[in-house]
């Protein structure tokens, strides 16, 4: 519990550090919290980088001088030891919005001078004291959307500027107790074995597969592109059902990082699942093209099962695989 402790007193400074630091002071809080090889990876159109003075150049930097003066509103911030790794190694991580002022472009979003929020989630490997691996999701579509751009057909479900967990308990500075970690590892779990069915086994409806994992009551706060869906039926009308229908030939590639503390837990992947598009996802034609899928999904449990999740999807990536360049598209035709 000590070293869960430890490495989060090292991503609270990081995070302090980036939030007072602009232009080239950017770089130096980078190279203060992180290793020389850290390893980075962020949604399209940035990818892997391995430069913790890349990362200020390129991805930071833009972004602040875009989204300012920006704060950090966290939703959710926990660490736990590496599932994956059979708990080797100790990870960080945290989800909410990075607010600010949209007073500048970036990646082509025009300014609109009015309040603007950047859905992200985090997860931070610590070593020795320092941030060696980062994953950094953030819902690019989303912030389009509020900028007034529609990157995709009308979605299934809704959108919304999402709030965090109905029990304001997630952001957990204090240690919690180890017992109710290893019940929500359990609980994603069990919802991930479910998920393993797709490709053949059960014949049930989807619904009743569903309440094995999930609370009647359970949101799925969804990507922008899809978007949030409320109750387990409407869960399976809204997303999961045209997921299962119209995405073929899935593959698992696993995960890079699974944790959880308290009620809380999530997972990575780089990519997580391989697919192909059949025709109507999101409203989209058939490509017969296989394409990754990068995800962080955040998870609540209540009791026994899962009752909230929060879902972040490259979407500019898979599409892009598909044929479909958004931000390429809006620099072609900038409005």
């Known amino acids: 519990m000590s070293d869960l402790q430890a490495a989060k007193a090292v991503v609270r400074a990081y995070y302090a550090d980036l ?16 290793h020389l090889g850290l390893i980075w990876r962020g949604f399209h159109p940035f990818g892997e980088i391995r430069d913790p003075l890349q990362v200020a150049e390129e991805f930071w930097a833009p972004l602040k001088s875009a989204l ?24 960080v991580a945290s989800m909410g919005h990075l607010m600010g002022l949209l007073d500048g472009a970036w990646l082509g979003i025009r300014p609109t001078r009015k309040i603007a929020m950047l859905r992200y989630a985090a997860f931070h490997k610590v070593e020795d004291g320092r941030i ?27 959108h919304l500027v999402q709030p965090g967990p109905m029990t304001h308990a997630g952001v957990m500075l204090e240690p919690q107790d180890p017992a109710e970690g290893t019940r929500t590892l359990a609980a994603i779990d069990a919802m991930i074995g479910d ?57 698992f590639n696993g995960h ?6 308290g009620h809380f837990g999530g997972f990575f992947g780089w990519p997580n699942l391989t697919l192909r598009p059949t025709g109507g996802f999101m409203g989209m034609p058939a490509t017969g093209q296989a394409a990754d899928m990068r995800v962080i999904d955040m998870y609540r449990r209540d009791g026994d ?6 879902v972040f999807i490259d979407l500019l990536h898979f599409w ?10 809006m620099a072609d035709h900038p409005r």
């Open 320 to 329: 892009r695989q598909q044929g479909l360049d958004v931000l390429g598209r």
């Open 195 to 251: 998920l393993r069915t797709w490709t053949g086994g059960r014949s049930e409806p989807l619904v009743e597969e569903l309440r094995r994992s999930w609370n009647e009551d359970m949101i799925w706060w969804g990507p922008a592109g899809i978007g949030a869906t409320y109750t387990i039926e409407r869960y399976a009308e809204q997303h999961s059902g045209p997921f299962r229908a119209t995405l073929t030939d899935r593959r």
């Open 68 to 91: 300012r003066p920006m704060q950090r509103r966290l939703d959710i911030f926990m660490a736990g030891m590496n599932a994956i790794d059979g708990f080797a190694s100790v990870w």
């Open 132 to 158: 060696a691996e980062e994953a950094m999701f953030f819902d690019i579509p989303h912030l389009m959307l509020q900028a007034g751009l529609d990157p995709f057909p009308p979605q299934s479900a809704a």
């Open 19 to 34: 939030e007072a630091a602009e232009g080239a002071a950017l770089a130096a809080a980078m190279a203060r919290h992180c």
């Open 305 to 310: 099962k899962l009752t909230e999740n929060w």
């Open 256 to 261: 890079l990082a699974k944790i959880a503390e």
